[in-house]
């Protein structure tokens, strides 16, 4: 079984900064792509980012220039962090961790972390 912990989400004025944390343990591979993505209300999930486990990363456009993906490796656990900076009210949804691999056929969500971007 693998498990993923969020943590970092929270409300922001227009223009600030939050990042995110996930931490992946149990019966995961280190050769594993990680990634963010989020679901507004009424929208379907959307990519943010991934990374694989050689550090390619890739973003979806509207987020490009100020967020950042990495991760990390802490005993055990998997770690993937997003960086979000110069946050926009359209950047308001429920950010939702996944790690895959075996070409996505295994693959596990996060509980979500809400993100709230508002004056």
């Known amino acids: 079984q693998v498990q993923l912990v969020e943590s970092g989400g929270g409300l922001v004025q227009p223009g600030g900064s939050l990042r995110l944390s996930c931490a992946a343990s149990?019966?995961?591979?280190?050769?594993?792509?990680m990634g963010w993505y989020r679901q507004a209300p009424g929208n379907q999930r959307d990519l943010v980012a991934t990374?694989?486990?050689?550090?390619?990363?890739?973003?979806a456009d509207s987020v490009k220039g100020r967020f950042t993906i990495s991760r990390a490796r802490d005993n055990a656990e998997l770690i993937v962090y997003l960086q979000m900076n110069n946050l926009k009210p359209e950047d308001t949804a429920v950010y939702y961790c996944?790690?895959?691999?075996?070409?996505?056929?295994?693959?596990?969500w996060g509980q979500g972390t809400q993100v709230t971007v508002s004056s």
């Open positions: 996944n790690i895959r691999w075996n070409g996505g056929l295994t693959s596990f």
């Open positions: 149990g019966s995961i591979f280190s050769s594993s792509t």
């Open positions: 990374i694989t486990s050689g550090g390619s990363t890739n973003y």
